[in-house]
């Protein structure tokens, strides 16, 4: 059993999430789906069979925060997951280690389970070691149970580049030794039906995020049933 996630980022419109559940709910997997679109879409997912993840969350839960995301308003309105430090967080919104810590302190208190996203972009690529070393450094020693981490390089996001499998391999091996050998572990990174299953089927891997490819149904319906 593995875990399938699509991060639509800001993609996405009523009609896709229409011929997105139509497609997805007729998929029969013992594997775990989540999507994530757009918040202001989340409300269109009531009839839909899997489960749902925002692609953001703040740290708090409420106040004078104009434009946030509550986490216990996530949680009310249905939401089981949150992605947490996406790179393009990272890099476009300044989210650093510890605002994403403080955003999985925040989930985890609500009750959302967490896809926490670590990885290396293209300079850093000789001392991914190092990277990954710091970007999970707070959470080492934490109850993870609720917590999966995302090995998302970010020079194979959107790129059509993806490590090799004996690559993936190393750096999952290399994240659960810090986080713990039963901790989840996905790999993102220009994901599609094409390569999906090679990797889905590396041992290490946990399952996969998904941006581009899980923007096109048939697709993510074909990555979904695969294990
Ligand atoms: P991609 O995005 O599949 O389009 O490379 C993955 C991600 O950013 O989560």
Redesign the pocket.
């Known amino acids: 059993m593995k875990i399938v996630v699509a991060?639509w980022?800001m993609n996405g419109d009523c009609d896709l999430v229409s011929t997105f559940i139509e497609k997805i709910n007729a998929v029969t997997t013992t594997n775990t789906i989540v999507v994530c679109p757009p918040v202001a879409l989340i409300g269109q997912f009531k009839d839909f069979r899997y489960s749902i993840g925002a692609q953001n969350c703040f740290y708090e839960d409420k106040g004078a925060f104009t434009g946030e995301n509550s986490p216990k308003l996530l949680k009310e309105v249905g939401c089981e997951y949150v992605i947490i430090g996406?790179?393009?967080r990272r890099a476009i919104f300044n989210e650093n280690d510890d605002i994403v810590f403080k955003k999985w302190e925040a989930a985890q208190k609500n009750g959302l389970s967490s896809i926490v996203?670590i990885g290396e972009k293209a300079d850093e690529r000789a001392d991914w070691k190092s990277v990954l070393q710091r970007q999970t450094e707070k959470f080492i020693g934490k109850n993870l149970g609720n917590t999966i981490f995302?090995y998302?390089p970010v020079w194979?996001?959107?790129?059509g580049v993806i490590p090799t499998l004996g690559e993936i391999a190393e750096v999952l091996t290399f994240i659960k030794t810090k986080v713990g050998e039963s901790t989840c572990c996905l790999y993102?990174?220009?994901?599609n039906a094409t390569n999906a299953e090679n990797i889905l089927r590396c041992n290490k891997v946990d399952g996969v995020?998904?941006?581009?490819?899980?923007l096109k149904p048939d697709e993510f319906a074909k990555i979904a049933m695969m294990v």
């Open positions: 991060n980022k996406h790179s393009e996203c995302a998302e194979s996001i959107g790129t993102g990174g220009s994901v995020l998904i941006g581009g490819a899980s």
